[in-house]
């Protein structure tokens, strides 16, 4: 009988014996063919292995690039799993990351060692790649480590912003990337002769949906520098000139794009397939992409961190209403979406909120060293105590349509009490991005002074958007202050950053 595959190298071998020379990934000064990129992987792995024991986390505090990908697998050679950390963001949170991980050994390139002086406590040892990269082979060792790999292994550990102010390291195994993979793909109708052009930073789990179907179809991905996404044209000669078939993107990556007028410049006619996440997609920019892209297919993606990236999709194969919201759609297979009510029952009528869970393979192991905030977020399923059956409170409020697709509404702290009534925060913001002239749109609200605060984008006046809400909404939903911006801020991983909105650190933002 044949081994069982137990992780995600079990891919990357598998591509490497059935297209040595293909290029696997690319980025614009290199390229790894699969060959190149499993002899790097396991130089790294045997480098990381002599130092490190198994199942222990290794922090990669480099930019994404090929030799960064090579370090991604080295780490999973060395039967330990990785966590990159991303170089922009302030001191303060590296350290608490730092304080959360405590890794054996952090990785830098020659692009981040001064920055890592400057940012790592002088007790931290910092090595440079180069030296993984070139270190000896040591067969028996990576022999060992994977004769004692088990599908349940950490394989990552992304950091996402915590209520408190501390982030929570989400640890995601080996079992749920190769349960989620082949699924998404094959829904998608990814194959070996498409090619990725990945957005996502290494630190944010939608990269994992390019890297990990690449090796799993043998297909090509190219990396694109996060510094593209703030220069339209360099993007949009970079799409052009690498011709990728697949775009996996965040919804304010699209959003760029389309605002900035890219497609005014070039269109990437390559492109057969779109999927996008992380926000509630505005409906005038998915608009401006279909019609530059009139055959390519969209898709909608849903799923928070503490899964293996998604868990619901929603093909879109109709034009949408500028104030209709786009489902969430339905599960992938193998995933258990439901949603449950104010009163601990399961929703399932048409248009009746309830909170969203998601059990199922695809759920993360728990947050890193945090047993306090993972029992709070991963639970016995509250629908029945029969047996163990664990899934994740998101938090998200949703409803079903008619159509028995999911449509997401809010999130639970989204949804304010404000003049006696129970308010969604995102029905007005989908009034507000309904209006000509609003690019994007944002409201939070400020329980100190019980008011509704609205940001936007765009190039309607600030008098006009007002006047357009008092139409849409009743008295009481109606933002009682509108501010428009210059851009809309956004947090790390390029979700609207609404706690500096609500902070009012925006003075450099705002239009008079």
Request: proline share 5%; net charge negative; with cysteine.
């Amino acid at each position: 009988m044949g081994k069982a595959m137990s992780n995600v190298l079990d891919w990357l071998e598998a591509s490497q014996r059935r297209t040595p020379d293909k290029t696997a990934f690319a980025d614009p000064d290199s390229t790894l063919s699969y060959t190149e990129l499993m002899d790097a992987a396991r130089r790294v792995g045997s480098f990381i292995a002599a130092r490190c024991e198994a199942r222990l986390p290794i922090a990669l505090f480099i930019d994404k690039s090929t030799s960064a990908v090579a370090a991604l697998f080295g780490v999973v050679y060395a039967g330990c799993c990785y966590s990159f950390i991303d170089l922009r963001q302030p001191q303060a949170r590296v350290e608490k990351i730092l304080d959360q991980l405590q890794p054996k050994l952090v990785f830098v390139d020659s692009q981040s060692a001064e920055l890592a002086r400057e940012v790592f406590p002088a007790s931290v040892e910092l090595i440079n790649l180069a030296l993984a990269l070139d270190a000896e082979l040591d067969e028996s060792l990576l022999s060992k480590r994977r004769a004692e790999a088990t599908s349940t292994d950490p394989m990552y550990i992304n950091f996402t912003s915590g209520s408190t102010g501390m982030p929570k390291g989400v640890v995601v195994g080996q079992a749920s990337v190769m349960d989620f993979i082949p699924v998404f793909t094959d829904t998608l109708g990814i194959a070996s002769n498409d090619s990725f052009a990945n957005q996502a930073p290494f630190d944010f789990d939608v990269s994992i949906k390019d890297i990990c179907s690449g090796i799993y179809l043998g297909a090509t991905v190219h990396l694109i520098p996060r510094q593209y996404f703030s220069v339209p044209a360099q993007l949009l000669d970079y799409l052009c000139e690498r011709q990728p078939t697949v775009l996996i993107w965040a919804v304010s990556a699209m959003c760029f794009v389309s605002i900035m007028g890219g497609f005014d410049y070039k269109i990437p006619k390559s492109v057969r397939l779109v999927g996008f996440s992380g926000e509630v997609m505005p409906v005038k920019q998915l608009a401006i992409w279909r019609s530059v892209l009139p055959n390519t297919t969209f898709v909608n993606l849903y799923g928070p961190t503490e899964i293996t990236c998604n868990c619901t999709y929603h093909v879109i194969d109709r034009d949408y209403a500028s104030d209709e919201i786009i489902p969430m759609g339905k599960a992938f297979a193998n995933e258990h979406v439901f949603l449950v009510g104010d009163d601990g029952t399961e929703v399932t009528a048409p248009w009746t909120v309830g909170e969203l869970y998601v059990g199922g393979p695809c759920l993360a192991l728990g947050y890193y060293r945090d047993p306090e905030r993972t029992s709070k977020a991963f639970m016995q399923n509250p629908l029945h105590r029969d047996y163990l059956d664990m899934v994740y409170k998101t938090g998200d409020l949703a409803q079903f349509n008619e159509d028995g697709d999911l449509v997401f509404l809010s999130r639970a702290d989204h949804q304010i009490k404000h003049m006696g009534q129970r308010i969604e925060l995102g029905e007005i913001e989908a009034a507000a991005n309904a209006v000509e002239g609003v690019s994007r749109a944002c409201c939070i609200y400020d329980d100190k002074k019980k008011r509704i605060r609205m940001f936007y984008t765009g190039e309607v006046a600030k008098q006009e958007l007002s006047e357009a809400l008092h139409r849409a909404l009743p008295p009481y939903m109606t933002p009682n202050n509108v501010q428009r911006l210059t851009e809309m801020p956004l947090s790390k991983n390029g979700k609207i950053d609404r706690a500096l909105l609500s902070s009012g650190d925006i003075a450099h933002l705002k239009i008079k």
